[in-house]
Nanobody, 123 residues
Framework: QVQLVESGGGLVQAGGSLRLSCVASGRTFSSYHMGWFRQAPGKEREFVARISWSGSSTYYEVSVKGRFTISRDNAKNTVYLQMNSLKPEDTAVYYC????????????????WGQGTQVTVSS
């Protein structure tokens, strides 16, 4: 069992930056692939970025590539999402997910989820 807690969301102007954190409970965090997803009102949850258990592989959704960076610190049981050059269309609730074996972009395949953190970007 893994429990995830996100933090770091907030209100920011367009062009600004935020750093999201997701802290995991348990001693097996380093064996999980981790992903960040987001969900805007009336829309489905969508993939943003993912990182392999070792941190050696990362992938990004096209619209955030070059602006967002995913990283992890296995010693701190934490995965991060650095978000720069934020746009109003980045406004959503951001969730982190943990996967025991699946390393892809489908939210349905992730085993555990946090409660989410709201990111609002004003124009």
């Amino acid at each position: 069992q893994v429990q995830l807690v996100e933090s770091g969301g907030g209100l920011v102007q367009a062009g600004g930056s935020l750093r999201l954190s997701c802290v995991a409970s348990g001693r097996t965090f380093s064996s999980y692939h981790m992903g960040w997803f987001r969900q805007a009102p009336g829309k489905e949850r969508e993939f943003v970025a993912r990182i392999s258990w070792s941190g050696s592989s990362t992938y990004y959704e096209v619209s955030v590539k070059g602006r967002f960076t995913i990283s992890r610190d296995n010693a701190k049981n934490t995965v991060y999402l650095q978000m720069n050059s934020l746009k109003p269309e980045d406004t959503a609730v951001y969730y982190c997910g943990a996967s025991r074996s699946y390393f892809g972009a489908s939210s349905k395949e992730y085993n555990y989820w946090g409660q989410g953190t709201q990111v609002t970007v004003s124009s």
